[in-house]
């Protein structure tokens, strides 16, 4: 297999250790690795604001970017959609072998390399927000749960509303950004009320948004992506 990693936009700016912590997690699991250096925004800010001209050439150069790989791996519920979901709706023709090669991190986990241990170590009690592009459009299901009850030394607490919006939905946050804040603020009271130290999702971009809304409110709760979670061990500890 010839895998290729895609970081996305607000990985590779604001979170690169996500990045470095699903390199280190495959190739623990024997997966060689690739980062084409090419890659860049895939157009989801555009498409989802109606700018559908506008994500034409991005999409056609992160499929020139990820030609010739069997899969490619992205630690993004919301761009691996935008990939799978709304790329074949631009109706171009260099995107049409992509789409089926992309897969979300815990798709390629549990899907293609038949894992949910993974060897992981995360002595702290988490809890999990499922994102809205990786629940309702991936349909990603208990993947990133059955990988969490695998790691040792991990106590895995239930989410209240979990499946509720957090509020940040990219530029809904901009456009609306009253209700954005009080969307996260539900979220994160119903996280506390679980009393875990860490809240963990599967995308940086809502785990930016709760984030954020810790640190005003200055909480005992930590944002961690789980793919940190996944790479962590008890000799060499990342989150």
Same mark, same amino acid.
């Given at each position: 297999?010839?895998?290729? @990693?895609?970081? =996305?936009?607000?990985? $590779?700016?604001?979170?690169? $250790?996500? !990045?470095?912590?699903?390199?280190?997690?495959?190739?623990?699991?024997?997966?060689?690795? $690739?980062?084409?250096?090419? /890659?860049?925004?895939?157009?989801?800010?555009?498409?989802?604001?109606?700018?559908?001209?506008?994500?034409?050439?991005?999409?056609?150069?992160?499929?020139?970017?990820?030609?010739?790989? $069997?899969?490619?791996?992205?630690?993004?519920?919301? &761009?691996?959609?935008?990939?799978?979901?709304?790329?074949?709706?631009?109706?171009?023709?260099?995107?049409? #072998?992509?789409?089926?090669?992309?897969?979300? @991190?815990?798709?390629? *986990?549990?899907?293609? *390399?038949?894992?949910?241990?993974? !060897?992981?170590?995360?002595?702290?009690?988490?809890?999990?927000?499922?994102? &809205?592009?990786?629940?309702?459009?991936?349909?990603?299901?208990?993947?990133?749960?059955?990988? @969490?009850?695998?790691?040792?030394?991990?106590?895995?607490?239930? *989410?209240?509303?979990?499946?509720?919006?957090?509020?940040?939905?990219?530029?809904?946050?901009?456009?609306?950004?009253?209700?954005?804040?009080?969307?996260?603020?539900?979220?994160?009271?119903?996280?506390?009320? =679980?009393?875990?130290?860490?809240?963990?999702?599967?995308?940086? #971009?809502?785990?930016?948004?709760?984030?954020?809304?810790?640190?005003? /409110?200055?909480?005992?709760?930590?944002?961690?992506?789980?793919?940190?979670?996944?790479?962590?061990?008890? =000799?060499?500890?990342?989150?």
């Amino acid at each position: 297999m010839r895998i290729a @990693l895609f970081v =996305t936009c607000v990985n $590779d700016a604001v979170y690169p $250790d996500t !990045g470095r912590a699903v390199v280190r997690l495959l190739e623990r699991l024997g997966v060689e690795v $690739d980062f084409p250096q090419a /890659q860049t925004c895939c157009g989801q800010p555009q498409f989802n604001t109606g700018y559908r001209r506008e994500a034409e050439p991005l999409a056609r150069r992160t499929a020139a970017a990820f030609a010739g790989y $069997d899969h490619v791996v992205t630690p993004s519920g919301s &761009c691996a959609a935008m990939i799978r979901d709304n790329y074949p709706k631009l109706g171009l023709p260099e995107t049409e #072998s992509l789409p089926g090669r992309v897969y979300e @991190l815990t798709e390629f *986990l549990v899907d293609v *390399l038949g894992v949910t241990d993974v !060897g992981a170590y995360y002595p702290h009690t988490v809890t999990y927000h499922p994102s &809205c592009h990786g629940l309702r459009m991936l349909g990603l299901g208990d993947r990133p749960l059955r990988l @969490l009850r695998a790691v040792r030394g991990l106590t895995l607490v239930e *989410l209240p509303g979990a499946e509720e919006c957090c509020g940040f939905g990219g530029t809904f946050a901009v456009k609306n950004p009253a209700v954005s804040a009080a969307m996260g603020a539900d979220k994160i009271r119903n996280a506390l009320g =679980t009393g875990a130290d860490v809240l963990c999702g599967a995308d940086n #971009s809502c785990l930016m948004h709760l984030g954020a809304t810790l640190r005003r /409110q200055d909480a005992p709760l930590r944002t961690v992506h789980l793919a940190e979670i996944l790479a962590s061990t008890e =000799t060499e500890p990342l989150a």
